[in-house]
């Protein structure tokens, strides 16, 4: 956002430039319609040899399945239990082969995976070339690498996990029928049950797993923006701001967090139900099932069906498909996006364009706010509409709330009632479109340029700098500093200089709208003056201008000005709040009679830095009461004098 001092934060997504368009229309023969499970159906009927060829081979694994059970039935009915060891051993032995056939099948169901995977990795990576390349979409070719393997790998183990589900559950459920049908009716039942109540989780965990991983990116480029901001963000006193907004983030998080927990249990309870119940109901009906005609060896087999077969896979199915199929559909959205028609372009930062019907730059409409929710309202019931194009002068005691009101404006804080709209639009959704600068100028360690672009998204041509620094009048301390790429030492420069680096900052900013809550207080009225027109008469269209102004010659310079009395208040031009508005008038006469007197503030004389002739015995300059005045030559906090831009 466009304030003075918490650009780096990002706090807010909003852009300074105009912004354009990341979209384009899709290049002639990219197709991408239908949805992402109708065009994953087209990819699959797409490749039917390859699946067949891969069920082909997974029939060795249903065979593998159903001798694991069965064998072991007929080795205990037919051999050990009866006393026939050799007969044990060799249908003991007739497993083992099946278990080696069925690992060669499954050795060959690889490569059958691989021929179903590659080609989607292919299609995939055509895809984001196609967006990145040919329509420029920088964005998209980051998903060549990362995403696209990502996606790739959890394919190939969704298609590994279902394939294996479902061959083993007909092998198992085959032998079970064939040991005795009793077996299937106990086992068949929960099974079902616990798997159709896992396919209803499917697309509500899917939803839910999405909305958690992008609530987590936002919360992680939240933080990332945030955390190398701190001192920019303390700097503007936007930490309320920025820690409601991070506790948002992280609100948002946490709930889709919960929620996907939620629906997380119901996936333990599908396994539950579908693979530890069926070994307790074949415990609880063994005596039942023996005395219906099931042998021994069929009840052994059955919990070896269950316990080796049936809950491994049931297993890998859930998590594999619940937790992989879901971040699956998440990166596929994606990378494959099912509409072609570009997005609506995002509404640029740049100024409105003057109409007739066109809203105010800045409007209040009844707001009241008060530091705390017991302290007295610092503004009340305040309303105000400040056209495009217009000056405003802001005034008042000291304390009265002239601050607080620019830090409303700017959205750093929130009334506790009425409203606040910029160009039409409510102030939170509209801080691109202003730029606020506070008293103390905040400049950091960099070169000149760096600084001077601080709230622009990329670096400010030279040409453009000089224009914008010979306008606000900051070309003499370019020059003295050695020009735009001269590096600049925060604490070498006074508060006059980091002043005209804060409004030249400020001035190349793409905000119309401009707040500059004292920001010209150290510098002499012809640099105040020149700073100020600068920002009025620069073409901004739409733009506007509202100062806190601590000069009479201030306030006569701004078309309206705004009297700030508590519960009163007081706006139209100088001369009408002259007559009406007797502190108005009583300010008006201490700025007459000390030009160089802070507005209201009756404690301190304000540092004044001339236009590059500080020092020259034209202003007398304080940091301490009226009455211990120090002659002009230090007009920083304890330093040597430096000169004045």
Same mark, same amino acid.
């Given at each position: 956002?466009?304030?003075e001092?918490?650009?780096?934060?990002?706090?807010?997504?909003?852009?300074?430039?105009?912004?354009?368009?990341?979209?384009?229309?899709?290049?002639?023969?990219?197709?991408?319609?239908?949805?992402?499970?109708?065009?994953?159906?087209?990819?699959?009927?797409?490749r %039917?040899?390859?699946?067949?060829?891969?069920?082909?081979?997974?029939?060795?694994?249903t065979?593998?399945?159903?001798?694991?059970?069965?064998?072991?039935?007929?080795?205990?009915?037919?051999?050990?239990?009866?006393?026939?060891?050799?007969?044990?051993?060799?249908?003991?032995?007739?497993?083992?082969?099946?278990a080696?056939?069925g690992?060669?099948?499954?050795?060959r169901?690889?490569?059958?995976?691989?021929?179903?995977?590659?080609?989607? %990795?292919?299609?995939?990576?055509?895809?984001?070339?196609?967006?990145?390349?040919?329509?420029?979409?920088?964005?998209?070719?980051?998903?060549?690498?990362?995403q696209?393997?990502?996606?790739r790998?959890?394919?190939a183990?969704?298609?590994?996990?279902?394939?294996?589900?479902?061959?083993?559950?007909?092998?198992?459920?085959?032998?079970?029928?064939?040991?005795?049908?009793?077996?299937?009716?106990?086992?068949?039942?929960?099974?079902?049950? &616990?798997?159709?109540?896992?396919? #209803?989780?499917?697309? @509500?965990?899917? %939803?839910?797993q999405?909305?958690?991983?992008?609530?987590?990116?936002?919360?992680?480029?939240?933080?990332?923006?945030?955390?190398?901001?701190?001192?920019?963000?303390?700097?503007?006193?936007?930490?309320?701001?920025?820690?409601?907004?991070?506790? %948002?983030?992280?609100?948002?998080?946490?709930?889709?967090?919960?929620?996907? =927990?939620?629906?997380?249990?119901?996936?333990?309870?599908?396994?539950?139900?579908?693979?530890?119940?069926?070994?307790?109901?074949? *415990?609880?009906?063994?005596?039942?099932?023996?005395?219906?005609?099931?042998?021994?060896?069929?009840?052994?087999?059955?919990?070896?069906?269950?316990?080796?077969?049936?809950?491994?896979?049931?297993?890998?199915?859930?998590?594999?498909?619940?937790?992989?199929?879901?971040?699956?559909?998440?990166? *596929?959205?994606r990378?494959?996006?099912?509409?072609?028609?570009?997005?609506?372009?995002?509404? @640029?930062?740049?100024?409105?364009?003057?109409?007739?019907?066109?809203?105010?730059?800045?409007?209040?409409?009844?707001?009241?706010?008060?530091?705390?929710?017991?302290?007295?309202?610092?503004?009340?019931?305040?309303?105000? =509409?400040l056209?495009?194009?217009?000056?405003?002068?802001?005034v008042? @005691?000291?304390?009265?709330?002239?601050? #607080?009101?620019?830090?409303?404006?700017?959205?750093?804080?929130?009334?506790?009632?009425?409203?606040?709209?910029?160009?039409?639009?409510?102030?939170?959704?509209?801080?691109?479109?202003?730029v606020?600068?506070?008293?103390?100028?905040?400049?950091?360690?960099?070169? *000149?340029?760096?600084?001077?672009?601080?709230?622009?998204p990329d670096?400010?041509?030279?040409?453009?700098?000089?224009?914008?620094?010979?306008?606000?009048?900051?070309?003499?301390?370019?020059?003295?500093?050695?020009?735009?790429?001269?590096?600049?030492?925060?604490?070498?420069?006074?508060?006059?200089?980091?002043?005209?680096?804060?409004?030249?900052?400020?001035?190349?900013?793409?905000?119309?709208?401009?707040?500059?809550?004292e =920001?010209?207080?150290?510098?002499?009225?012809?640099?105040?003056?020149?700073?100020?027109?600068?920002?009025?008469?620069r073409?901004?269209?739409?733009?506007?201008l509202?100062?806190?102004?601590?000069?009479?010659?201030?306030?006569?310079?701004?078309?309206?000005?705004?009297?700030?009395?508590?519960?009163?208040?007081?706006? &139209?031009t100088?001369?009408d709040?002259?007559?009406?508005?007797? *502190?108005?008038?009583?300010?008006?006469?201490?700025?007459?009679?000390?030009?160089?007197?802070?507005?209201?503030?009756?404690?301190r004389?304000?540092?004044?830095?001339?236009?590059?002739?500080?020092g020259d015995?034209?202003?007398?300059?304080?940091?301490?009461?009226?009455?211990?005045v120090?002659?002009?030559g230090?007009?920083?906090?304890?330093?040597?004098?430096?000169?004045?831009?």
């Amino acid at each position: 956002m466009p304030n003075e001092a918490t650009r780096p934060t990002g706090t807010h997504a909003h852009s300074d430039a105009p912004a354009e368009s990341t979209q384009a229309t899709p290049p002639t023969g990219a197709h991408h319609t239908g949805t992402l499970p109708h065009r994953g159906l087209r990819f699959l009927l797409a490749r %039917r040899p390859v699946l067949i060829r891969l069920a082909a081979w997974s029939v060795l694994e249903t065979g593998q399945t159903f001798l694991v059970g069965y064998g072991l039935a007929r080795a205990l009915d037919a051999g050990f239990l009866v006393g026939r060891s050799a007969v044990g051993l060799g249908w003991l032995g007739l497993a083992g082969i099946g278990a080696v056939v069925g690992a060669f099948g499954t050795g060959r169901v690889y490569r059958g995976v691989a021929d179903l995977v590659e080609p989607l %990795r292919d299609r995939l990576v055509e895809r984001v070339v196609v967006r990145g390349v040919r329509e420029g979409n920088g964005g998209a070719l980051s998903g060549l690498t990362q995403q696209v393997e990502l996606a790739r790998d959890t394919f190939a183990g969704l298609v590994m996990v279902s394939r294996s589900f479902l061959f083993t559950a007909v092998g198992a459920l085959a032998g079970l029928c064939s040991l005795d049908p009793l077996l299937l009716l106990v086992v068949a039942p929960p099974l079902l049950t &616990g798997v159709s109540l896992f396919a #209803t989780t499917l697309r @509500p965990l899917a %939803r839910r797993q999405e909305t958690f991983l992008l609530a987590d990116e936002a919360l992680a480029d939240g933080l990332g923006t945030v955390c190398p901001g701190l001192r920019d963000i303390t700097a503007a006193g936007a930490e309320e701001q920025v820690a409601a907004d991070t506790a %948002r983030l992280v609100d948002t998080e946490f709930r889709a967090a919960r929620s996907l =927990a939620r629906w997380g249990v119901l996936r333990v309870a599908a396994l539950a139900i579908g693979g530890q119940l069926p070994i307790v109901l074949l *415990l609880a009906a063994a005596p039942w099932l023996l005395g219906h005609g099931v042998t021994p060896g069929g009840l052994v087999g059955a919990l070896a069906y269950v316990t080796q077969s049936l809950l491994p896979a049931l297993q890998n199915l859930v998590h594999g498909l619940g937790t992989s199929g879901s971040r699956l559909t998440v990166v *596929l959205r994606r990378l494959t996006p099912a509409s072609t028609t570009p997005p609506p372009m995002p509404t @640029p930062p740049a100024t409105p364009v003057p109409h007739a019907t066109t809203p105010p730059a800045l409007t209040l409409t009844s707001v009241t706010f008060a530091y705390g929710t017991g302290g007295d309202p610092v503004l009340r019931d305040l309303t105000l =509409a400040l056209p495009q194009g217009a000056h405003l002068a802001v005034v008042g @005691p000291s304390g009265i709330g002239k601050s #607080t009101l620019t830090a409303l404006a700017a959205g750093l804080l929130r009334p506790g009632h009425g409203t606040i709209r910029m160009y039409g639009r409510p102030v939170s959704e509209t801080l691109a479109q202003r730029v606020l600068i506070p008293q103390e100028a905040y400049v950091f360690s960099g070169t *000149l340029a760096e600084n001077l672009g601080h709230l622009r998204p990329d670096p400010v041509p030279e040409a453009e700098l000089l224009a914008a620094a010979e306008a606000v009048g900051l070309t003499a301390l370019l020059k003295s500093l050695g020009g735009p790429d001269a590096p600049v030492d925060p604490s070498a420069l006074s508060a006059g200089e980091r002043q005209l680096i804060a409004l030249t900052r400020a001035y190349l900013s793409y905000a119309p709208l401009a707040l500059l809550d004292e =920001a010209t207080c150290h510098l002499d009225p012809e640099a105040e003056e020149r700073a100020e027109r600068a920002f009025t008469a620069r073409e901004r269209p739409g733009g506007a201008l509202v100062v806190v102004a601590h000069r009479i010659s201030s306030a006569r310079r701004a078309g309206r000005v705004l009297v700030m009395d508590g519960r009163e208040t007081a706006l &139209g031009t100088h001369d009408d709040v002259l007559r009406r508005s007797p *502190l108005y008038r009583d300010l008006v006469g201490s700025w007459s009679s000390e030009p160089a007197l802070a507005l209201g503030d009756t404690d301190r004389v304000d540092a004044v830095a001339g236009s590059g002739l500080a020092g020259d015995g034209r202003h007398v300059v304080a940091h301490r009461p009226v009455g211990q005045v120090q002659v002009p030559g230090d007009l920083r906090d304890g330093g040597p004098l430096g000169g004045q831009g």
